[in-house]
Each structure stands twice: as C-alpha cells, then as structure tokens.
C-alpha cells in the first residue's frame, strides 16, 4: 500500500531502495515488489562501523502501473 500511495498520492516518478550484499533475504522481498537491479556501491554502516558493498534497486511509475508491482 505505502508503494502505491508513493506513485499515486505523493505523484513520486520512482522508488529506490538498497540492502547489504550479505542480507539475501531483503533480496528476496525487494523482488517481490518488482524492485529492479541497478548496481552497487559502498554505503556507511553505523552498525559495523565501517562501510559496507549495497546493492541497489528502483521501480518506476510505469513499471507499477503496468503490473509488476506483486503483493
């Protein structure tokens, strides 16, 4: 609900969202709601208290709208 209230009510042309290369299973979840690859970079971690390889991901507008959007 919070994806399609992003696109339709706040008019946001794309969502990213990044997780941790060692956390397989935000993978998981990212791809269910259609959340598409597109790199990797390096991103603080205050947890490990240094930085650490994300991968990261977006899912536009029209790709929501036309059915790749899975709950």
């Given at each position: ?5 992003a ?21 998981r ?6 959340f ?21 991901y ?14």
């Open positions: 609900a919070l994806i399609l209230h696109f339709e009510a706040d008019g946001f042309a794309y969502l990213t969202v990044g997780h941790f290369s060692d956390n397989p299973a935000s993978a979840i990212i791809a269910k709601f259609g598409a690859p597109q790199g990797k970079e390096m991103r603080d971690c205050a947890a490990r208290g240094a930085g650490a390889h994300c991968l990261t977006r899912l536009d507008r029209a790709a929501a709208r036309a059915g790749f959007y899975k709950t």
